[in-house]
């Protein structure tokens, strides 16, 4: 008896999962993946953080099992790629290229940019490499270079050469299809006027078969993939009225006069083509923030080497050189200058507008113009850690990225061309049926196929996106992703950190209570364990001993414990300092009632103790911020709930929330506590933004619906968050919202008016109300109306930048 015939595919897959710390975990992950549809066998293996699973791949995929895991909690090891993709006209193109990738072995994620013309793919290490990546796209048809194997320069290069080569052909085209149309128009005057057919087709003939070579490449390069695109639409109207009038020519000579519609076919072409020059140069003018940006790093340094200037290139700069800058150059790195001063220009970074004084022990960043003065630079960072390299990571990141409903519309594109074949043929048919001539209904078909262009579609979110991420950038505001971009433009909460954010975060020490031995003594021991500390509290009571010129000593094994306070040894003592019950858990009621006297004041206060034993109390006051509270105002015009999270205590940010004109406000908050908190809000169904700086606001900014981390700030703040404010200037995150609320508008505003235009013009084609000349036209201005209105995001500007015209 024979076996049964199976349909399934067999697959076998390997996937590094992490976040696992024990066998529970395992069994979690195994469960998670066991549950999904098409998986015959899920194992894991704690020691190598690997799940091995056999899969039907007809019934699910890589990206599947791994959103599963990631949906426990776990994670997935990726490796990503950006390969820059040649010969894409519309979105037919890049969602066909897209479907080929994601048909890959291995392969979790394929976005395809058409207005950056790259691919975004991340795969399952030792799954699918970048070969295989980029012979599946050559497959295709179309052009692929990896971003490792090409310079921005190139790039540039190449985008001019094609844009010269463009214009030289829309010239051509022009000068060709002119008499064409003046007859045109001439016959609408004098219907008895007509050229001769033979020099109509002199004079077409170039222009559909050398001008118009690309539609044929690209329809050829579609049908190979097959997939639909706007050149078949294009390919297919123009040689049917091409081939048509050839055949009036050849069987009436010159009698085919008044029956050929060879200037249909020109006109359409060259005013195609005046569209995609337009919808090129508008394309390069979104992106062109990022470039900016790119431009920046100077390629060499003057590096000092054995006491001389030495160039190099600025791959050769290592962490530690000293580094050079002389007046009215760019610094090549990021560090902190040691000797010098001059005014910096770090607008294209920052946002700044005006030049900013830096001298000695001030940190600088790559890419900023010096002024007048000389400098010079330790390095700190280099490569892709300097600050400039990490914006334009993020810009390009948030730029090639898609949002949930461009997905929808590539769907929709997919089967788009299919659907307007067919609609042309009935078109065809059903004016034949109802009597109608071959030439008028060819006329019409031809004009429904010209008029049914998917380009719209294709560049209405990438292209809003790109600009809106590009200006937002050049205000200083950098925004992670296109999720992101989406969670903004529903924030309805803002809550705050209080210390370097609302605050200047440059406390001073106003006052120091000796509870055991002389204020002096109290001020040196704690200066002395600060000195390691980055905390602006720590900060401020060492400048305050150096002020009194008190000698420090050095301390041994020291510990900061977030949201708590700092500990070290000296001479065999712990010394803490932070908050009561953390430095000195067993304070009497007299310690507790003198700290709770000077907190009430509003000011922050800390304890110092030895060996657990209170000896002290050092308060520090930290004002607001002088854009603070018209960043607090900017947000409630704006019909935004604020709140103040903070671990300081109640008196302190009472005072502040008071000054500012804050709702609400929770003190003495440890890091996990602000992360409930917030959590405690979007259980309300609160679209909730969280805005911190340091190590300890991290858990919240990761939280919350949208972080927004100050640039200032520690690292770690930075990463948890989805936008980061490169100034320390409250009054951005009201700026941040609305360049997010403008964005997502300029995309609803593009797919609306892509999606009205073919509603509307199919049928009124279809009804034979447009001649294939006028479809050429409106299929032209549809792209180059969805990219010029994406532009006018590059007219918004920030509150600074407006209130200072």
Known sequence: MNAPVSNSSNSHLSLSVTGMSCASCANSVETLLNKVSGVEQATVNLALEKADISFDANATNAARLSEAIKAGGYGVREQQYLVHITGMTCSGCSSGVEKKLRALPG??????????????????????????????????????????????????????????????????????????????????????????????????????????????????????????????????????????????????????????????????????LAGKVLESRAKRSASSALRSLMDLRPETARVIRNAEEVEVAISEVAIGDMVAVRPGERVPVDGEIMRGES????????????????????????????????????????????????????VEQAQ?????????????????????????????IGWLLSGAGFEQALTTAVSVLVIACPCALGLATPTALVAGTGTAAKSGILIKDIDTLERASHIDTVV??????????????????????TQDEVLTLAASVQQDSEHPLGRAIVNAARAQSLDLKN?????????????????????????????????????????????????????????????????????????????????????????????????????????????????????????????A???????VAMIGDGINDAPALAAAALGIAMGSGADVAMESAGVTLMRSKPILVADALDIAKATASKIRQNLCWAFGYNAVCIPIAMMGFLSPALAGAAMAFSSVSVVTNSLMLKRWKATERRESK
């Open 343 to 394: 005014e910096l220009d770090e607008s294209l970074l920052t946002g700044e507008p005006m030049p900013v004084l830096r001298s000695k022990g001030d940190v600088v960043v790559a890419g900023a113009m010096n002024g007048v003065g000389a400098l010079r630079i330790r390095t700190d960072r280099i490569g892709n850690d300097t600050t400039l390299a990490r914006i334009g990571n993020l």
């Open 496 to 517: 705050f950190d209080k210390t370097g954010t609302l605050t200047l975060g440059k406390p001073e020490v106003t006052a120091v209570t000796a509870l055991s031995g």
């Open 555 to 679: 301390v041994d094994q020291f510990k900061a414990v977030i949201g708590q306070g700092v500990s070290a040894t000296l001479d065999g003592r712990v010394i803490r300092i932070g908050k009561l019950e953390f430095a000195a858990s067993e304070a009497d009621a007299l310690v507790a009632s003198t700290l709770a006297d000077l907190s009430a004041g509003g000011q922050t206060v800390v304890c110092v103790s030895v060996d657990n034993q209170a000896i002290g109390l050092i308060a520090l006051a930290d004002e607001p911020r002088p854009d603070a509270k018209a960043a607090i105002e900017a947000l409630h015009e704006r019909g935004i709930h604020t709140a103040l999270l903070t671990g300081d205590n109640v008196a302190s940010a009472t005072r502040i929330a008071e000054i500012l004109g804050i709702e609400t406000v929770k003190a003495n908050l440890k890091p996990e506590d602000k992360a409930t908190e917030i959590q």
């Open 681 to 687: 809000l979007t259980a309300q169904d609160r679209h």
């Open 107 to 272: 392969v979790i994620r394929a976005d395809v940019n058409l207005a950056l013309e790259q691919a975004t793919i991340s795969v399952i290490p030792e799954q699918c490499d970048l070969e295989t990546i980029i012979k599946t796209i050559t497959a295709a048809g179309y052009g692929a270079v990896a971003d490792a194997d090409i310079k921005k320069v190139d790039l540039d290069e190449e985008a001019r050469v094609m844009a010269r080569r463009d214009l030289t052909e829309l010239a051509i085209a022009s000068v060709l299809t002119l008499p064409l149309l003046l007859q045109m128009i001439a016959m609408w005057i004098w219907p008895g006027v007509h050229m001769s057919v033979w020099l109509e087709l002199a004079l077409v003939t170039p222009v559909q078969f050398w001008i118009g070579r690309r539609f044929y490449k690209g329809a050829w390069r579609a049908i190979k993939a097959r997939s639909g695109n706007m050149d078949i639409l294009v390919a297919l109207g123009t040689s049917a009225a091409y081939f048509f009038s050839l055949w009036q020519v050849i069987t009436r000579g010159s009698g085919a006069a008044g029956h050929v519609y060879f200037e249909a076919a020109a006109v359409v072409i060259t005013l195609i």
């Open 400 to 428: 090639a990225g898609k949002a949930p409903i461009q997905r929808l519309v590539d769907r929709i594109s997919g089967i788009f061309v299919p659907v307007v074949l067919v609609l042309a043929l009935l078109t065809l």
